[in-house]
Each structure stands twice: as structure tokens, then as C-alpha cells.
């Protein structure tokens, strides 16, 4: 499933060097959280979290057969 949601993240960020997933696996639940560049934020989100809210659906209906529960959080990356 976290290959799903790299491919997707990835399809619309054009700095994918600059993202960085963090994975915790607790057994029944799987939280997945997204930092991505400033600058592909919006790209990613998608006008109105359309993107967002589609790539959750996604990874909803196919963690159905692991019987997990992903959330997925997108945060932007801070600026240094």
C-alpha cells in the first residue's frame, strides 16, 4: 500500500527528491505521514483536497484486504 501512495504523491510533486515518508505500523493501523517541499503542496493537495481526498479513497478501498487502517497525514517541510 505504500508503494500505491508513492506513486501517486510522486505523480503530481516535482521535487520528489525533497519527500520524506514516515511509516508507523502499530499492528492494525497504519499512519503514513507526507512531507513534501513547499512548493508542491498545492500540487499534491489538488484544488479543494481533491487529490488528497481521491488518494485516501484510493488506499481505503485497498487496504480492505490487509484489514489496516491507513491515515494519512501531508505536512509541508520546514523551511531551514
Known sequence: MIELIKFVVGTFAENKDAIVYDVEDDG??????????SADMGKVIGRQGKIAKSLRTLVKAGSLKENKKYNI????????
Open 28 to 37: 492494525k493501523n497504519v499512519n503514513v505521514s507526507i512531507t513534501l517541499d
Open 73 to 80: 497525514e501531508i505536512k509541508e517541510k520546514d523551511a531551514e
